[in-house]
């Protein structure tokens, strides 16, 4: 379970953020006013979002699945190791 959050931290951060960030920071000098500023923005956010996969809330559903079942199984294998002490 611990593989599969670094893994997911690792793609958000280095595949999508941070690419994302670079293009943000490259189209800034060529906004003229506050609205293009804005505009820019909300673009990086969405393309983050949807790279992320954070706007399908069933991506939600299947990730907390993962974790449930996870901790019920963690749960499980301590409650035997110890019951067997």
């Keep these: 379970m611990l593989l ?3 893994n997911l931290e690792y793609y958000m951060l280095v ?6 960030w670079d293009i943000l920071l490259k ?22 979002l949807v790279k992320c996969m ?3 809330p069933n ?4 990730c907390d699945l ?13 409650l035997s190791l110890y019951s067997s002490l």
Excluded: G, M, W
């Design 66 to 78: 993962l974790i449930f079942i996870e901790c019920s199984t963690l749960a499980k294998e301590a």
């Design 54 to 56: 954070l706007n399908n």
């Design 4 to 6: 599969y959050v670094h």
């Design 27 to 48: 189209k800034l000098p060529t906004c003229r006013d506050l609205d293009q500023i804005l505009e820019c923005h909300r673009n990086f956010q969405n393309e983050c």
């Design 15 to 20: 595949e999508v953020i941070e690419p994302q």
């Design 59 to 62: 991506h939600f559903e299947v």
